[in-house]
Every structure is written in C-alpha cells, then in structure tokens.
C-alpha cells in the first residue's frame, strides 16, 4: 500500500494541468497574433489592387 501512495504522490499532475493548459493558452494566442497579421497583410494587398483597377476603369472611361 506505501508503495501505491509513493506511486500516486509521483503521478500527481495537478500542478502539470495548469501549466500545461497555461502553454496550450499561449500558443493559441500566438496562432492567432501570427494570423491575424498575415491576414491583414493580405487584405491590404488585394483591397489595394481593387483600388487600382477601380482607378483604371475609371481612367478609359474619362478617355473615350
């Protein structure tokens, strides 16, 4: 039976949990910052080309 309670006092992972969903949390926040930029980047690139095309069209149309 001592050996048993020596074995569970081992295995104990209330600590571990904590520390393990507090690296879990980090990471997920870390994903979303790395995205987010990504994103954002992109969208400002396409909503740029919308930009010059709309400048574009706009230009042959003032032309004819």
Excluded: H
Aim: positive net charge; hydrophobic residues 40%; aromatic residues 4%.
């Amino acid at each position: 039976m001592q050996e048993v309670n020596k074995m569970r006092r081992l295995f104990n992972r209330g600590g571990q949990s904590t520390l393990e969903y507090l690296l879990i949390l980090t990471g997920l926040i870390a994903a979303i910052l790395l995205a987010k930029g990504y994103i954002q980047g992109k969208m400002g690139e396409a909503l740029n080309r919308a930009g010059d095309k709309i400048v574009e069209e706009t230009d042959t149309l003032m032309n004819r």
